[in-house]
């Protein structure tokens, strides 16, 4: 398919015309300087290092800042500024850079508002089953409330110092110094009626229904408990499909397919065997041992009345 000279240039080539000379070299592309003096330190092409939102680094004397929208993404192989496969769902172009920017003094940080509650709650423990609302510290002096639903599905998975995925489930809320301290006994004069806590209504049978099974197929409607306390009932069709696949204690999908009903305790009595009628008496049978029927003959005529005796046993012709 060699232009011209191949067999079939013309299934590939196109001629346009005759020239002379060469091509003049295109100028390198450029980009207006941007509203800095100097560039920012250069970025890490070892993504060694963790980039923020709104920080900004230098590339081969180019500008750019970190706009991603999920935590870590400007740190993350395929997202490096100007060449990364996708860096520009991560990155934005400011513009060109000479030299290095002067040094500024340390910004004053602003601390983190002390929480509502005196000293810190406990460490964050991977494994834990977290609630929505949950509080926990990392980094020693930050505190950190668990998501509403359904985020709250992440706190169990993620830590807050997860840099990539913390977010996902933790919300930084203040800082903290020390242990909560144990509250003191109230000292009243005379004492007051504690409040009564409304306990979850008791389901419409007595006893608790099966504990919940992992692979067994529910129906809309079926009944199962958890804890031995808490009962949950699968959703009507077209939840109902999920009452097998995730249980009423998954955070996550649990409410999907159940409704929790009420509490319970104990196991469901045992229903009592069926009372048995009495047999009521026995048909009347006419008694035929005593009479004597000629056997049954296959030729034969028989009217109504007739008796024969086949096997043993006598009959009578029907009408």
Same mark, same amino acid.
């Given at each position: /398919?060699?232009?011209?000279?191949?067999?079939?240039?013309?299934? #590939?080539?196109?001629?346009?015309? %005759?020239?002379?000379?060469?091509?003049?070299?295109?100028?390198?592309?450029?980009?207006?300087? @941007?509203?800095?003096?100097?560039?920012? =330190?250069?970025?890490?092409?070892? *993504?060694? $290092?963790?980039?923020?939102?709104?920080?900004?680094?230098?590339?081969?004397?180019?500008?750019?800042?970190?706009? !991603?929208?999920?935590?870590?993404?400007?740190?993350? #192989? &395929?997202?490096?500024?100007?060449?990364?496969?996708?860096?520009?769902? #991560? /990155?934005?172009? *400011?513009?060109?850079?000479?030299?290095?920017?002067? =040094?500024?003094?340390?910004?004053?940080?602003?601390?983190?508002?002390? /929480?509502?509650?005196?000293?810190?709650?406990?460490?964050?423990?991977?494994?834990?089953?977290?609630? !929505?609302?949950?509080?926990?510290? !990392?980094?020693?002096?930050?505190?950190?409330?668990?998501?509403?639903?359904?985020?709250?599905?992440?706190?169990?998975?993620?830590?807050?110092?997860?840099?990539?995925?913390?977010?996902?489930? @933790?919300?930084?809320?203040?800082?903290?110094?020390?242990?909560?301290?144990?509250?003191?006994?109230?000292?009243?004069?005379?004492? $007051?009626?504690?409040?009564?806590?409304?306990?979850?209504?008791? @389901?419409?049978?007595?006893?608790?229904?099966?504990?919940?099974?992992? &692979?067994?197929?529910?129906?809309?409607?079926?009944?199962?408990?958890?804890?031995?306390?808490?009962?949950?009932?699968?959703?009507?069709?077209?939840?109902?499909?999920?009452?097998?696949?995730?249980?009423?204690?998954?955070?996550?999908?649990?409410? /999907?397919?159940?409704?929790?009903?009420?509490?319970?305790? &104990?196991?469901?009595?045992?229903?009592?065997?069926?009372?048995? *009628?009495? =047999?009521?008496?026995?048909?009347?049978?006419?008694?035929?041992?005593?009479? %004597?029927?000629? !056997?049954?003959?296959?030729?034969?005529?028989?009217?109504?009345?007739? *008796?024969?005796? #086949?096997?043993?046993?006598?009959?009578?012709?029907?009408?």
């Amino acid at each position: /398919w060699e232009p011209v000279t191949g067999q079939f240039w013309e299934e #590939a080539w196109d001629l346009l015309g %005759s020239c002379t000379g060469t091509i003049a070299p295109t100028a390198a592309v450029t980009f207006e300087s @941007w509203d800095k003096i100097g560039c920012p =330190p250069e970025f890490d092409i070892s *993504l060694g $290092t963790s980039y923020e939102i709104g920080e900004h680094v230098a590339l081969d004397e180019v500008v750019y800042e970190c706009t !991603a929208s999920a935590s870590g993404r400007c740190s993350q #192989a &395929g997202w490096e500024p100007g060449y990364g496969l996708y860096w520009e769902e #991560a /990155w934005n172009l *400011l513009g060109s850079c000479t030299g290095t920017i002067t =040094p500024t003094l340390s910004p004053t940080r602003v601390p983190l508002p002390i /929480w509502e509650k005196g000293g810190c709650p406990e460490e964050y423990s991977a494994g834990t089953v977290y609630q !929505a609302g949950d509080h926990v510290s !990392a980094y020693g002096s930050r505190v950190f409330e668990c998501r509403p639903f359904p985020n709250n599905g992440y706190c169990g998975q993620y830590s807050p110092e997860d840099d990539v995925n913390g977010d996902m489930g @933790w919300l930084t809320i203040g800082g903290c110094s020390g242990t909560i301290s144990p509250t003191g006994a109230p000292t009243t004069s005379t004492p $007051t009626v504690s409040p009564s806590i409304a306990p979850r209504p008791l @389901w419409e049978k007595e006893g608790c229904p099966e504990e919940y099974g992992s &692979g067994v197929l529910y129906s809309p409607g079926d009944y199962v408990s958890l804890y031995e306390k808490l009962v949950f009932q699968c959703k009507p069709h077209p939840n109902s499909g999920y009452c097998s696949q995730f249980s009423p204690a998954d955070l996550e999908y649990g409410t /999907w397919g159940w409704t929790m009903t009420g509490g319970c305790t &104990g196991t469901i009595s045992p229903t009592g065997a069926p009372t048995t *009628l009495k =047999p009521t008496n026995s048909p009347t049978v006419t008694d035929y041992s005593s009479c %004597s029927a000629p !056997a049954y003959d296959s030729s034969a005529t028989y009217v109504e009345g007739s *008796l024969v005796q #086949a096997g043993g046993v006598i009959y009578e012709c029907k009408p």
